[in-house]
């Protein structure tokens, strides 16, 4: 076994991950609805875990969160992030429907951005594989509707204890409106 720890990673390498994952993020989710999306990376850095909530604009933020658990050389879980309003334009782009709120979403809302997370995640999760010659299994996505803190409780709760920070990517993607969404990774120390 070896030991790897995401807080002292080389900056480069986290920003290659999300800037890989992010193309193979677009070139999915073009083919997915036949289009060309557009991604963009402002943003790749490690987070401190309690300031989290802050980062995606405050824990009584409402948002809808895509969950994946991961096994294999590195084990802890990864989350897909969306904003209310950023959710609600993604399922009128998509689907050509305007949604008022998350509260209004139905069935096929959701299954739309739980989706969109996986894509997102897998893509990240690829790169991540890719790069540092890991091998990562995801599970089947989750996804919630909830206030940040609440969404971010379960990473917390789980893995709080391991580490302090997370590695946090911003990313955009759409053509002429942006639509921002949050990829969290919270590994486990690998011992």
């Given at each position: 076994?070896?030991?790897?720890?995401?807080?002292?990673?080389?900056?480069?390498?986290?920003?290659?991950?999300?800037?890989?994952?992010?193309?193979?993020?677009?070139?999915?989710?073009?083919?997915?609805?036949?289009?060309?999306?557009?991604?963009?990376?402002?943003?790749?850095?490690?987070?401190?875990?309690?300031?989290?909530?802050?980062?995606?604009?405050?824990?009584?933020?409402?948002?809808?969160?895509?969950?994946?658990?991961?096994?294999?050389?590195?084990?802890?879980?990864?989350?897909?992030?969306?904003?209310?309003?950023?959710?609600?334009?993604?399922?009128?782009?998509?689907?050509?429907?305007?949604?008022?709120?998350?509260?209004?979403?139905?069935?096929?809302?959701?299954?739309?951005?739980?989706?969109?997370?996986?894509?997102?995640?897998?893509?990240?999760?690829?790169?991540?594989?890719?790069?540092l010659n890991l091998k990562i299994?995801?599970?089947?996505?989750?996804?919630?509707?909830?206030?940040?803190?609440?969404?971010?409780s379960v990473p917390a709760i789980?893995?709080?204890?391991?580490?302090?920070?997370?590695?946090?990517?911003k990313s955009n993607f759409g053509?002429?409106?942006?639509?921002?969404?949050?990829?969290?990774?919270?590994?486990?120390?690998?011992?």
């Open positions: 076994m070896y030991s790897y720890s995401f807080n002292y990673m080389d900056p480069d390498v986290l920003k290659e991950v999300a800037n890989i994952g992010t193309g193979n993020a677009a070139t999915s989710l073009s083919k997915m609805i036949g289009a060309t999306i557009r991604m963009t990376v402002p943003e790749v850095n490690m987070q401190d875990f309690n300031q989290l909530a802050y980062a995606i604009n405050g824990p009584e933020n409402i948002v809808i969160a895509v969950l994946v658990y991961i096994t294999g050389d590195i084990s802890g879980m990864v989350m897909y992030v969306m904003e209310e309003e950023s959710a609600c334009t993604l399922v009128d782009l998509m689907m050509h429907k305007k949604v008022a709120d998350l509260q209004s979403f139905d069935e096929m809302d959701v299954s739309l951005i739980t989706e969109v997370g996986n894509i997102l995640c897998s893509s990240y999760l690829s790169a991540l594989s890719t790069l299994r995801p599970s089947v996505p989750s996804p919630s509707i909830d206030m940040a803190a609440a969404v971010l789980e893995f709080g204890k391991i580490g302090d920070k997370v590695l946090f990517i053509a002429e409106q942006k639509v921002p969404g949050y990829f969290i990774l919270v590994p486990e120390v690998i011992e």
